[in-house]
């Protein structure tokens, strides 16, 4: 396959590269630092410099071509204010959906986050972060896209353990990014997951065998 990570430079994201590369995909990391090329390829990926923020989506869905699936890996970070939520968690997984339909893509899989099914409504700036996810999901989800909503609960470093806990509504916990990503490389491989939105912690279940269970 050959896939397109917004927000290559992302630590989720770049584990997914690896997995990917690992299989022998092609990937292509959508990173918006020059400087951030070499890590890229370091990774086995190749990389498009292009700012989530900035690009218009025509410059965006150029980027895309000849792909066969999106991946929304970006964030506004956690040092970031409220309007960034608005502008990356929300407006740049936007502007992924409606570049991948310009360029004819059709499989779209979102790094979303738990929480997002009844966000707060308070101004906290974690409150908006999890209300611009949800309306970015929200609008994936009425598209005619081939969507997978992948909703992890909190991240955490060091290896992954290939098991999980996954389902459509699953207690709060960490996981590991580097099971994340897995979880990631094994749904764009799956067209059984689309349609689905999954929850995803840390678990004992094998992450094949936690997935057939959710499309069973
Ligand atoms: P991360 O390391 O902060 O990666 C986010 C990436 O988005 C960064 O590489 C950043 O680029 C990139 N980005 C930001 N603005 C951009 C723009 N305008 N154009 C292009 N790229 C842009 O995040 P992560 O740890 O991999 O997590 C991935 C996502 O999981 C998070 O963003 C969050 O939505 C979600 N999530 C997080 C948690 C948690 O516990 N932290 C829990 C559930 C879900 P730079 O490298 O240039 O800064």
Partial sequence: MDIRIAGGHGQVARLLARHLSAIDDTVHGIIRSADQVGDIEADGAQAIVLDLESATTAELAEAL?????????????????????????????????????????????????????????????????????????????????????????????????????LGRHVDRGGIPRDDVAAVLAACLHDDRTIGHVLEVVGGEIPITTALDALVS
């Fill in 65 to 165: 071509r000849g792909a066969d699936a999106v991946v929304f890996a970006a964030g506004a970070g956690a040092g970031s204010g409220a309007e960034r939520k608005w502008t990356v968690d929300h407006g740049g997984a936007a502007k992924l959906r409606e570049a991948a339909v310009a360029a004819g893509v059709s499989r779209y899989v979102m790094v979303s986050s738990m929480g997002t099914d009844d966000p707060p409504t308070d101004d906290e700036v974690f409150s908006v972060y999890l209300r611009a996810k949800a309306r970015a999901d929200e609008e994936l989800m009425a598209s005619d896209l081939e969507w997978t909503v992948v909703r992890p609960g909190r991240l955490e470093d060091g290896p992954g353990t290939g098991a999980v806990t």
